[in-house]
């Protein structure tokens, strides 16, 4: 195969790809929460227990997160939706008015009360892939918040709701 499909052609194509959403959280060097919503979000290991968040160089938040020694990977649940808009927002205004969760892990990285499960990460990794940045985090503590199950997912460039399927 000699060329790339466009961008276009590009786009079209993984907006058929549900993606969970998911709010990433860190303390900036001078100790201000800072955050974005992200939808590039996978496990990566087991042993060690890693994941990976894809992080477009051209957020004003990218150098922040990706220098950070810690951060915490928020899953969304539908209840979220307006969470999600929020810190896809304006930068300065994405912890406005945002319960935060207090506890051993809010030290590390800014808490979201509001959310279906909380990831608090040390920087694995940092790789650079074309237009974004590969952040890798190895998972130290887990915080399932008791929510019914269900996630806030972006797909066919929309919010929609996941829910099991009951079993019969």
């Not at 900036?28 to 929460?33: H, K």
């Amino acid at each position: 195969m000699s060329r790339d499909i466009s961008a276009d052609q590009f786009r079209a194509a993984m907006a058929s790809l549900a993606a969970p959403v998911t709010v990433v959280t860190c303390y900036d060097s001078a100790g201000t929460p800072r955050g974005l919503t992200a939808s590039a979000v996978s496990s990566l290991s087991l042993d060690p227990p890693l994941l990976l968040v894809c992080l477009d160089r051209g957020s004003r938040t990218h150098d922040v997160l990706t220098s950070a020694e810690t951060f915490t990977l928020h899953l969304l649940s539908p209840e979220n939706e307006e969470l999600a808009k929020k810190f896809a927002g304006p930068t300065d205004q994405r912890f406005g008015n945002v319960p935060l969760a207090s506890g051993p892990s809010s030290r590390h990285a800014p808490q979201l009360a509001d959310c279906a499960l909380r990831l608090t990460c040390a920087r694995h990794d940092v790789i650079e892939a074309g237009d974004h940045t590969i952040l890798v985090g190895r998972v130290a503590a887990s915080d399932c918040l008791g929510r019914p199950a269900g996630g806030l997912v972006w797909h066919h460039r929309g919010f929609a709701h996941a829910r099991p399927v009951e079993v019969r």
